[in-house]
């Protein structure tokens, strides 16, 4: 059996008064992670952690991410306090930079996201530890504070990032990255080696199940395409081969060596290769649409064929 893990993420598009009910299938499908969201303006991250923790009794539940500038150190570390004492080992927070469209839109792009990053997740951390922090940084500024209720079990702390830089201060300040979505195995292991010592890597990988390869790769394409030449995430589009603008040719080969996308022998396939480049969890995002089937069909036809026993 597999060491490795297999998730699957919510789609912030689905209404969250559904999401306990997506949350146990989830589970009862055998997937062992289900990562949450925080989608300017979809529903909070925190909030939608909550459901999905008391919904169900044995998955981890991961939440990428939070957007650091938005976050008081303190207030944030009181809040997942309380997600870590009431669910040990079960839940996973990450932060990020923040999509720099969206903190436009709310007045709250840092200049320098970077050091907004480090300085939280810093502080974060060590109030979660249980330390009495004082610190007056660039941006973080804390007196004498300490949270009254730490975990018994902190929770490791993640950063969600594609760049060098940002990967080298994950590989110093964190316990782990994620890797979203459009990484083939080249940009997993890049991603590792640019961070160092990255702790646990998490992979995002979209997801498009089918009845044969070229019905999947075509449906999820457009997806694929449209991220890739959106300039979100250059140094993905590098390491596929297709130039930091994303504009090269996009082929079948390709997009199934980023995404599940195929029968459920090409799925399998998929996801073991990220796995073998560095990837300790892999977590699926569904394509557009048929989300729900996706995620059924994926964790009826392909999650066992992961935990066989290899040959």
């Excluded at 070229?214 to 999820?220: F, Q």
């Amino acid at each position: 059996m597999s060491s490795h893990q297999i998730g699957f993420r919510w789609d912030p598009r689905w209404d969250p008064i559904d999401l306990p009910q997506i949350a146990r299938s989830v589970e009862q499908l055998g997937y062992d992670e289900l990562w949450m969201v925080e989608d300017c303006f979809s529903s909070g991250g925190l909030t939608s952690t909550a459901l999905a923790l008391t919904a169900t009794e044995q998955i981890e539940i991961g939440l990428g991410l939070l957007p650091a500038i938005v976050r008081n150190p303190a207030i944030a570390a009181m809040e997942l306090a309380v997600l870590a004492r009431a669910y040990p080992g079960r839940f996973v927070p990450a932060f990020g930079q923040g999509v720099e469209e969206w903190m436009l839109q709310i007045g709250a792009r840092p200049a320098n996201r970077l050091t907004v990053l480090s300085e939280t997740v810093i502080a974060v951390r060590a109030l979660l530890a249980g330390e009495t922090l004082g610190t007056s940084g660039k941006h973080v500024h804390l007196d004498n504070v300490a949270l009254e209720h730490p975990p018994s079990e902190p929770p490791p702390i993640l950063i969600g990032t594609t760049g060098p830089k940002g990967l080298a201060l994950a590989g110093k300040v964190a316990d782990g990255i994620i890797v979203v979505e459009l990484a083939c195995p080249d940009a997993v292991g890049w991603a590792r080696e640019q961070a160092g010592d990255p702790g646990r890597v998490v992979v995002y990988a979209f997801l498009s199940i089918d009845d044969d390869d070229a019905h999947a790769v075509a449906r999820i394409r457009p997806q694929i395409d449209a991220w890739m030449k959106s300039g979100a995430f250059p140094d993905m589009a590098e390491q596929a081969g297709i130039g930091r603008d994303g504009t090269g040719p996009l082929g079948d080969e390709m997009i199934q060596s980023m995404a599940a996308a195929g029968t459920p022998e090409s799925c399998q396939q998929t996801v073991e290769r990220l796995w073998k480049a560095g990837a300790d969890s892999v977590v699926l995002l569904p394509r557009a649409g048929d989300g729900l089937e996706q995620m059924r069909r994926f964790g009826e036809q392909v999650v066992p064929r992961l935990r066989a026993p290899s040959a």
